[in-house]
């Protein structure tokens, strides 16, 4: 019933008032990243989402991927879909143009990715997955390696995957155990069992490139004794033709709650005299490189997240205009469901969070280019250590509110929404996996209390509260309820984080479990925070707009509206969350082991 | 891994301590169940529970129910299942003994229904829906229809359904268009498709008693007009032996996200001249008494939410005492990953929630019981008065909540939780139809707002406000942090309901849409207030308990610990969900039609 429609005019919006675009196509490399090559780009890959990859998405879901014999077939009009995909060079949007990429910019990509997830996010996983797989070969990757491999994955002739997770090595990689032996001709042989692994096996391509982690003999133990591999499916000839088959195969696939189309692979790696592969980078620093990649895989996990609630919400709203049931309160007469006022606040509820998460990633983005282009060395920094400091909320808070989101997609369909040809609850289900891939939400957490609030003293937290604390003098020049009122609960919430981080810097040492005990709450509290205030900068812009006589009123106040149903229904969580860090770890670790 | 064990000691505590059952045995027609009879009585339902239905509930997913040429096959093992469970009596717990039931108080009857949706929701939604069906026989029937029917349907030789919902006639049952046109021997002839249809076909009995809302030809239009008729999918012959088919079809079953056990159908009437049906009650109150039963209902399906968040945190808890990952915080090796403190507030948050919802549902259980068969008359009206206010909030808090608990209990076993076979996913599926059906989170808050607080002016409101606020006298007078900590949140609680409930009061009349913009936070914030107060109450009952010496300390600190956790995280919401309510109607209602 419902398709798909890529947002454009609110992701330009997004684009222009919250990332400031107009910066970074001013940023050296950039020049070609102009409004209307933007605008251009925005477009076609609207259409690409809505025409190709929205239709599958469903038939994704009933079909699912298939393994015989140790060959994933995807699901039907996939693997066309993916041809289409990198012919149309949607593979190689912010891929270096050295290597046949298209080189724009982070926050352009984002957008555009932002299509992928919410038409077909089983789809979007595999080139999300080769993108990350030419990050690391970019970072690490020798000349001979990058000139060997790169072309072909930026091109999307081959994919690439992470190989991380094994059986006893999940959240704990120290854990892991497979093992790289070293050849005499510099090569290594791979040995060991790799799970969850994301398209490790596909139809799409004659090759794949896999990234794995791996020990050397000679190797520490813990995560000081990893290092990375590149270990293709097919080896390379010299003269670059596919040669022989590699050692490693797909022995099985995951039945999953969601993503069916996503063939989750248990990969076996040396079962007939280990498969050969290549280090990449520096022996027993796969973990740091691994980090860096993951990083930016968090990033487009909270963008999935955003992806999928704007589909979810769409659907929504559908369903909302078109099923008409009973007299709204205060109607004369029957109408659609959208008339009644607690459809209309789950709807709401739907769209600020959908808009809020959007915001904060594009934000994000666009703290990436500058970090990335930026001609001023201490703006590169600072950049940078926003985008760090943000990636944990980008990626935990993000994905949470998907799951809040496609919740509410299903509830506003009441007994429709059980019904699986309805599609709402393959959203929900869809949603249900980003919240513990690429880091767990309470791996998030534990990473915005750990490595980015408390390790520097807690000075980039203090910097990022300043610059979001800087809204209020905006707001306070703005008349109206609408504005008071979010300039309250931006107030509330501002000092709610003060509050709670300041118990986090206090306490961390002598009370580290307990502190730790409040890190995914402490997570939500930023989270709501940074919502709050790119909300409500968009609605500082719109408000810029409409004075200066923009004619798209409508569209403006509604960017107001739905700022302040965001600060008056969902910032206010922030006191409430705040109250469970402080304090609050004390009857979390209070119960003995066997009690419970 | 994991299996269902009935938490009898959680439930004996429960039934004692906050249910005072001993009160309730001591009621005229209660004297039968003593402690000791209940004791065994948990303890058979418990072996049952786990012995029969939960080894099923997997089979029950992944096999589900199936139709083919008109006949349901429910999954292997079920039907075997519910032969042993009418067997065993389990059908006729609350039953009138005049009809073969065993005529037990609904408290008990209540705390071993918990295990059935505890070890299998979708087998435990037939007997639920019979219990329903002779309810509504018990109130309306005529003493011929009683006798004709009723000894079946208690033995569970026959199972019953409630027929309401058609295609354009879902919450809004004034849309309902099925007829009945009465013939000359005083039965009447039914046409119509229902849809939703719980068991309304099923392979376990010789018979189906239908219960089926429609209009006569002379009924006004709307509500009013609607009557309630008994259509068996078998007549009965005058000796009490089956007759004829009556013209009554299952044409579909439902592909649903979860209960894939429970066929959810599609039922036509009438296709081949008109279904043989009997008015129940008097014409045109249909509606009337089918509400008396969807309260009832409503309170089982609240109780759903108890018995499959117990089912999800006991999974939760043997995957993590099983899982090892990791050196936890503080700890000097790797062990099991409930060390993490994580890991532990998830368990904390499903644990704190399930306990609350029970105590929830079984204080409201007991006042069925005192409403139902107390000496004085003052007693009963007001025990009636506090279940009626009671009874969305229990319907729409406890299936919210077990949507959190069951979303966290999948998060806790990180990337397993999204296989399938894991077992965690099933939970998070088959809660998904708890919030609504028998009415949507959003119809209970309506109810709780309307015809709850606002249709006696506040009345019963304020006196079930007065009789939570009882609690902090008990609390103001034990010492230390955590009853401190119960005491201040309780305070906050009870102040944030009486601020959103004078702005209910003040603000229905001139801003009926606004005020009910709220009706959903307004119940949650019910429900974490009534939550709170019944963990406090079990708070203070184990610290007496403690102070007497009862030997069983661990237990009851562990009360203790549960009750702090759910008054620092979970009671803390409540003031940010009296500020959605007060006030935040605008930012709801804003925006035009158009705009979303």
Not at 95 to 108: A, E, I, R, S
Not at 383 to 404: N, R
Not at 556 to 567: G, Q
Request: aromatic share 8%; charged share 20%; glycine share 10%.
């Amino acid at each position: 019933m419902s398709t798909y429609t890529a947002p454009l005019k609110d992701m330009q919006f997004a684009l222009h008032e919250l990332a400031q675009i107009d910066q970074i196509a001013a940023l050296p490399g950039n020049e070609e990243a102009s409004p209307d090559v933007v605008s251009a780009i925005l477009e076609e890959a609207g259409k690409f989402a809505s025409g190709v990859l929205d239709p599958l998405n469903r038939v994704g879901d009933t079909q699912g991927a298939k393994l015989a014999d140790g060959k994933v077939t995807t699901a039907p009009g996939f693997k066309e879909a993916y041809r289409q995909f990198v012919e149309s060079g949607w593979n190689a949007l912010k891929c270096d143009p050295n290597y046949g990429g298209q080189g724009l910019p982070y926050t352009v990509a984002t957008a555009v990715e932002e299509m992928w997830h919410g038409s077909n996010v089983a789809f979007a996983l595999c080139p999300l997955l080769t993108t990350g797989a030419i990050e690391a070969l970019m970072l690490c990757g020798t000349p001979e390696q990058k000139e060997k491999f790169l072309p072909n994955m930026v091109s999307g002739k081959w994919t690439g995957t992470m190989n991380l997770t094994e059986p006893q090595a999940g959240s704990d990689l120290a854990a892991l155990r497979s093992r790289a032996v070293p050849q005499t001709d510099g090569s290594y042989r791979v040995f060991g069992q790799k799970i969850f692994i994301t398209f490790g096996e596909q139809d799409y391509t004659e090759n794949i490139i896999h990234l794995v982690l791996a020990r050397t003999p000679t190797a520490p133990e813990g995560v000081k004794g990893i290092s990375l591999f590149l270990v293709p499916k097919f080896l390379i000839n010299e003269d670059g033709s596919l040669g022989e088959r590699n050692d490693l195969q797909c022995v099985s696939i995951e039945h999953k709650l969601g993503i069916h189309a996503s063939p989750t692979c248990v990969m076996s790696y040396g079962d007939r005299g280990g498969a050969v592969g290549y280090m990449i980078g520096d022996e027993n620093r796969g973990l740091e490189y691994m980090f860096i990649m993951m990083n930016l895989a968090r990033f487009s996990v909270g963008l999935e997240g955003v992806g999928i609630s704007e589909r979810a919400y769409q659907r929504a709203v559908a369903y909302a205009r078109d099923r008409v049931q009973g007299k709204a309160l205060g109607d004369q007469q029957k109408g659609a469901i959208i008339r009644h006022p607690d459809i209309r606040r789950m709807l709401m509820d739907m769209r600020a969070h959908t808009e809020a998460m959007r915001g904060l990633t594009y934000v994000v983005a666009a703290a990436f280019d500058h970090a990335h282009s930026h001609p001023d060395e201490a703006t590169r920094k600072q950049s940078l250590a926003f985008a760090d400091y943000m990636i944990p909320i980008v990626k935990g808070w993000c994905t949470e509110s998907a799951q809040h989101v496609t919740y509410v997609g299903v509830q506003v369909h009441g007994g429709m929404g059980f019904i699986e040809e309805t599609g709402a609850a393959q959203h929900y289900r869809d949603a249900r996996i980003m919240t513990i891939y690429e880091g767990t939400t309470g791996i998030q957490g534990n990473d915005l209390i750990g490595r980015k609030t408390l390790r520097d003293g807690g000075r980039t937290a203090a910097a990022v509260g300043m610059e979001i604390a800087r809204i209020d003098d905006e707001l306070a020049q703005l008349p109206g309820e609408a504005f008071a009122s979010m300039r309250k609960a931006m107030g509330a919430a501002l000092n709610a984080v003060k509050t709670a981080g300041e118990y986090v810097a206090a306490n961390a040492q002598s009370d580290t479990r307990g502190v730790f005990a409040g890190a995914v709450p402490y997570l939500e509290l930023w989270g709501v925070l940074c919502g709050g205030w790119v909300m409500a900068r968009a609605a500082v812009a719109a408000s810029r707009l409409l004075a200066a006589g923009d004619p798209d009123r409508e569209f403006l106040e509604a960017k107001i509206i739905t700022a302040r149903y965001f600060a008056e229904h969902i910032l206010v969580k922030a006191p409430g969350l705040a109250r469970e860090v402080v304090g609050g770890g004390a009857s979390v670790l209070a119960l003995a082991d066997e009690a419970f």
